[in-house]
């Protein structure tokens, strides 16, 4: 039943919830989370390797709408049908297996172009960043649909892992930049160091995905979700159905990610100048996003926004940066300083961390039992559609 504040009971009475003992579950999912974005930060971060073996291409460009379309793609598949043709266990273990595979191109094409000529390895290599960008979609889809179905502080769990995962990466670009010597071997190095990270972590994830469900509080939580499943009287839910009645949560995740993407990381790597920190500005503003991003998600863990309307209208009031942000660029001479730049990427950030994880926590919760992971799935396939406008929007800062 739905409350006045319009989220739903939870399946489970809050005194009979069953024990996460040493909050092992807790930790998988938020490994899992991490997990699921390392391999795009992986090929992110060495967006220089790469650009300087395809000097005459439009690399990261080229990486994000050959991965974020792949992605999207695939969650509208498991959206409408995905989900009853493949089980939750195998779709958890290709896609991590495919994010394995994807990471595992570049260095062998590395390798194998130290031996013989190799022709189409920039191809090669946006084929790879679409396997990952499938893989991503379905771990995506997949675990955010898990989630829902389960207490809210899971679905905390998993977002303030994808957030950690920007974090790691930004503290390895800052250790590999400060060590390895800026050189076409120093970069080759420092890709092949996080190649290498990310898939010992994505194995790690591979193990987990399969112990999860052999822990005692995750296969009692099963059970309830199934037996809630059997005692409905509804039919199966129909997409657009369960899409209206989530419309307003829809509209504040699409809103935070276009605001965020047609910012970061494009306009404040690429607009934002420092005389005094030179190439580490950039570097040091994405990392103070990410770090910012990661605190907003772990926020929820202690407070969360009693009222999904309230979140939406905060995502709205994002909207401000724009103006902000344009008046650090073109602004009287003390907005253009760098203190103010890291003040509103830390707010930028810390806004995105938090009214995310409220919203993704909260909305599966307006719907019955029965369309929780469908209402979860949904709202996953909108906040790709907000990174992909994000990102064409950023375009319109050069006009």
């Not at 995905?209 to 809630?228: D, E, G, T």
């Not at 839910?237 to 993407?261: F, M, N, Q």
């Amino acid at each position: 039943m739905e409350d006045r504040k319009g989220i739903t009971n939870s399946i489970v009475p809050e005194g009979d919830e069953p024990k996460d003992t040493y909050r092992m579950a807790y930790i998988i999912h938020f490994l899992l989370g991490a997990g699921n974005l390392l391999p795009w930060n992986a090929f992110i971060t060495a967006v220089d390797y790469f650009g300087s073996l395809y000097p005459s291409r439009h690399v990261e460009k080229v990486f994000s709408v050959a991965y974020l379309t792949s992605s999207v793609l695939l969650l509208l598949v498991m959206m409408s049908c995905g989900r009853k043709l493949i089980s939750y266990r195998l779709r958890m273990n290709l896609g991590f297996s495919m994010f394995i595979l994807s990471l595992m191109v570049p260095p062998a094409m590395d390798w194998a172009s130290r031996n013989c000529r190799l022709d189409g390895g920039f191809f090669l290599t946006v084929a790879s960043v679409v396997i990952c960008g499938v893989a991503d979609g379905l771990i995506g889809g997949t675990l955010g649909g898990s989630a829902a179905n389960l207490p809210k502080h899971y679905m905390q769990a998993v977002f303030a892992g994808t957030a950690s995962s920007g974090v790691v990466v930004s503290i390895l670009r800052i250790i590999t930049k400060a060590s390895l010597p800026q050189t076409p071997q120093g970069l080759r190095t420092s890709a092949h160091f996080y190649f290498i990270v990310t898939t010992t972590i994505l194995l790690c994830c591979i193990l987990c995905s399969n112990f999860l469900y052999k822990l005692p509080v995750m296969q009692q939580h099963y059970r309830q979700v199934s037996h809630a499943h059997h005692t409905s009287s509804s039919t199966m839910p129909e997409l657009w159905a369960v899409a209206r009645k989530i419309k307003s949560p829809i509209v504040g995740i699409l809103t935070i990610y276009v605001v965020t993407l047609s910012i970061f990381p494009g306009f404040i790597a690429e607009e934002m100048k420092s005389r005094l920190l030179q190439d580490w500005y950039p570097i040091l503003l994405i990392t103070v996003y990410n770090v910012s991003d990661f605190v907003g998600k772990s926020l929820t863990a202690v407070c969360v926004a009693s009222s999904v309307n309230k979140a939406v209208w905060a995502c709205m009031a994002r909207l401000l940066f724009y103006p902000l942000f344009a008046a650090c660029l073109h602004g009287p001479k003390w907005l253009r300083t760098e203190a103010p730049v890291v003040v509103l990427t830390f707010m930028l950030g810390l806004t995105n961390g938090y009214l995310t994880s409220v919203i993704m926590m909260l909305s599966p919760k307006l719907v019955p039992v029965t369309e929780a992971e469908l209402a979860a799935i949904v709202m996953v396939v909108f906040l790709g559609i907000g990174l992909v406008g994000g990102s064409v929007l950023g375009w319109f800062w050069i006009i």
